[in-house]
């Protein structure tokens, strides 16, 4: 099965830093990505999709970039809300698996 | 308005059985692939099966082959997830979520505890 390996585990930040987090798929999967963010006690929400495409309704500061086995997502300038645990999640083939999750903190 | 409701979770004995469901309304069902994704307390997100339009597609976490069924029934907008010989590591809240590829809609959960 493919492994899905996401860094940091966890960061701290600054309100208005940019902040990168890091997806390795242990093989190519192509474009097959997804983001996830979830809050505490909240389900998760996706951001991006085909590891680059903007979830309708999430905001701009949100992108997504890669293929193949490296991917990243990038909060452009950090605002309180979006502390939370991100996810990363491949889909090219069964089973669909998440990364271990990468929480961010101010 | 897409809801999801799971429901059928609980406290279960190791090795025991259970069976979980999901209420699905305000999008045509049938249309849909299925899924269930669990989340153990205080971890991270794990995929365990979906299912296809007609339920003749359905594919499995490793470590529940053979053990959980998923299974829909689209008359009834309904999907299903039969756990048997369930173990401690079972133990986690049950989402169900709606797609092929990414997740869009989930549900709150339902939550599973095996123990003795």
């Known amino acids: 099965d493919i492994q899905m390996t996401q860094s940091p585990s966890s960061l701290s930040a600054s309100v208005g830093d940019r902040v990168t987090i890091t997806c390795r798929a242990s093989q190519d999967i192509s474009n097959f990505l997804a983001w996830y963010q979830q809050k505490p006690g909240k389900v998760p929400k996706v951001l991006i999709y085909?590891?680059?495409t903007l979830q309708s309704g999430v905001p701009s500061r949100f992108s997504g970039s890669g293929s193949g086995t490296d991917f990243s997502l990038t909060i452009s300038s950090l605002q309180p809300e979006d502390v939370a645990t991100y996810y990363c999640?491949?889909?090219?083939?069964?089973?669909?698996?998440f990364g271990q999750g990468t929480k961010v903190e101010i | 308005e897409v809801q999801l409701v799971e429901s059928g979770g609980g406290l279960v004995q190791p090795g025991g059985s259970l069976r979980l469901s999901c209420a699905a309304s305000g999008f045509t069902f049938s249309n849909f692939w299925m899924t269930w994704v669990r989340q153990a307390p205080g971890e991270g997100l794990e995929w365990v099966a979906n299912i296809n339009l007609d339920g003749s597609e359905r594919s499995y976490l490793d470590s529940v082959k053979g053990r959980f069924t998923i299974s829909r029934d689209n008359a009834k907008n309904s999907l299903y997830l039969h756990m048997s010989s369930l173990r401690a590591v079972d133990s986690a809240v049950y989402h169900c979520?709606?797609?092929?590829?990414?997740?869009?809609?989930w549900g709150q959960g339902t939550r599973v505890t095996v123990s003795s």
């Open positions: 979520a709606i797609g092929w590829g990414w997740y869009e809609h």
């Open positions: 085909t590891a680059s």
């Open positions: 999640q491949k889909y090219n083939s069964d089973p669909r698996t």
